[in-house]
């Protein structure tokens, strides 16, 4: 959901499950070598159970999961929505040993590469979540429990017709304001001008999140790794836009 990945061979398809549509489409091609090692070794360490929905990336009805027992303790928590091949949460994680932090993704090969990554760092601050993103901050993480939120680089849905499918609306901002702690904060970015444009303007609207910048867009997040991907949509003439909310203490 995050980063821009590969074309796959074979597609899930949300609707046989869902009455509404979800902001990806699953990755299911083939893992390499060393990421089916990874998959296979580092999952009893990264990899968090959910118990599933009837879907392969739902969530059942009435999951739930306590971040304290995930991690062994209470600490400040980071949540990444589509952390794609883990740049973003591993360095942050591993940069910040005194936070927590949660990767939720949907491709199975960028959760193997995230658990690699992290392994080789000596990261153990981390979790990863293979599910639905919006189920997962409505159900089964706990109301409150979150102390940064971030979403970069979703998918844009560039066509018309697939507006839909774009993550950032209103009923995520009211799901994103639910696993915030009052005062907690958002953090978004995209190369997707008009997506940008959206997003702000929903959150601008929704009642539970205020500004945290000023001007048209917020600073870029110093805490984001840069990474290839907006390597290359900088050298392509793509403006990078971060937007910046609070949760309110209401």
């Not at 409150?144 to 993550?167: I, M, T």
């Given at each position: 959901?995050?980063?821009?990945?590969?074309?796959?061979?074979?597609?899930?398809?949300?609707?046989?499950?869902?009455?509404?549509?979800?902001?990806?489409?699953?990755?299911?091609?083939?893992?390499?070598?060393?990421?089916?090692?990874?998959?296979?070794?580092?999952?009893?360490?990264?990899?968090?159970?959910?118990?599933?929905?009837?879907?392969?990336?739902?969530?059942?009805?009435?999951?739930?999961?306590?971040?304290?027992?995930?991690?062994?303790?209470?600490?400040?928590?980071?949540?990444?929505?589509?952390?794609?091949?883990?740049?973003?949460?591993?360095?942050?994680?591993?940069?910040?040993?005194?936070?927590?932090?949660?990767?939720?993704?949907?491709?199975?090969?960028?959760?193997?590469?995230?658990?690699?990554?992290?392994?080789?760092?000596?990261?153990?601050?981390?979790?990863?979540?293979?599910?639905?993103?919006?189920?997962?901050?409505?159900?089964?993480?706990?109301?409150?429990?979150?102390?940064?939120?971030?979403?970069?680089?979703?998918?844009?849905?560039?066509?018309?017709?697939?507006?839909?499918?774009?993550?950032?609306?209103?009923?995520?901002?009211?799901?994103?304001?639910?696993?915030?702690?009052?005062?907690?904060?958002?953090?978004?970015a995209t190369d997707w001008e008009e997506y940008a444009e959206q997003m702000r303007e929903v959150l601008d609207a929704a009642p539970h999140f205020a500004r945290d910048f000023t001007g048209d867009y917020a600073e870029r997040f110093d805490g984001r790794i840069l990474t290839a991907f907006e390597r290359k949509g900088a050298a392509k003439g793509r403006a990078i836009r971060d937007l910046t909310y609070r949760r309110s203490a209401t």
């Open positions: 959901m995050t980063e821009q990945q590969p074309h796959p061979t074979k597609s899930f398809d949300p609707s046989t499950f869902r009455d509404k549509p979800v902001s990806f489409v699953r990755r299911s091609g083939r893992m390499t070598s060393g990421q089916q090692r990874g998959w296979d070794e580092l999952s009893p360490l990264y990899r968090v159970e959910v118990p599933r929905g009837p879907a392969a990336t739902s969530v059942a009805e009435g999951a739930n999961a306590d971040p304290a027992e995930l991690f062994g303790r209470t600490a400040p928590l980071v949540v990444e929505v589509g952390s794609g091949q883990g740049h973003a949460i591993v360095h942050a994680a591993s940069t910040h040993p005194e936070r927590d932090h949660i990767a939720i993704e949907v491709f199975r090969a960028g959760l193997a590469r995230t658990m690699n990554a992290a392994d080789e760092l000596d990261v153990r601050n981390l979790r990863l979540i293979e599910a639905n993103a919006p189920e997962v901050l409505e159900r089964f993480l706990p109301e409150g429990s979150a102390d940064e939120l971030w979403v970069f680089f979703p998918d844009p849905w560039a066509k018309a017709r697939h507006h839909k499918r774009r993550l950032v609306t209103a009923e995520f901002a009211a799901i994103a304001a639910r696993v915030l702690r009052p005062g907690g904060v958002l953090r978004l």
